[in-house]
């Protein structure tokens, strides 16, 4: 029952950066029965597609190969909120960009890019990268 909220998308150049934010409503601190938290993006005539995710449990982090190296993934734990830094932003990383929490430990190491290890998602917010 908590509400993700997603925030700080907007239109940006070829090149630029972009930081989004999700907010975790209605608690502080840890949130029980979350395993991993990510990001999706989905694009018109695209499936959703898993492109970065934070494991709870000792932080590690998991990259989609078009974003590894220019997106990096963070959390706050006492703000409840996730991060995306986005840099060297290209027309192809143009989305709608989702966070999402999921609730399975096995399935969010084995699968953290997945669309289906995730059963908690926000409303999205507009990435849009042009000249």
């Known amino acids: 029952r908590v509400r993700l909220v997603e925030s700080g998308g907007g239109s940006v150049q070829p090149g630029g950066s972009l930081r989004l934010s999700c907010a975790a409503s209605?608690?502080?601190?840890?949130?029980?029965?979350?395993?991993?938290m990510a990001w999706f993006r989905q694009s018109p005539g695209k499936e959703r597609e898993g492109a970065a995710v934070?494991?709870?449990?000792?932080?590690?982090?998991y990259y989609a190969d078009s974003v590894k190296g220019r997106f990096t993934v963070s959390r706050d734990y006492r703000k409840n909120t996730l991060y995306l830094q986005m840099n060297d932003l290209k027309p192809e990383d143009t989305s709608t960009y989702y966070c999402?929490?999921?609730?399975?430990?096995?399935?969010?190491?084995?699968?953290?890019?997945?669309?289906?290890?995730?059963?908690?998602w926000g409303s999205g917010i507009q990435v849009t990268v042009s000249s």
């Open positions: 999402a929490h999921g609730a399975s430990s096995r399935s969010c190491r084995a699968a953290p890019l997945v669309r289906d290890t995730y059963n908690y």
């Open positions: 209605g608690t502080t601190g840890y949130i029980a029965g979350v395993e991993c």
């Open positions: 934070m494991i709870i449990s000792g932080g590690s982090t």
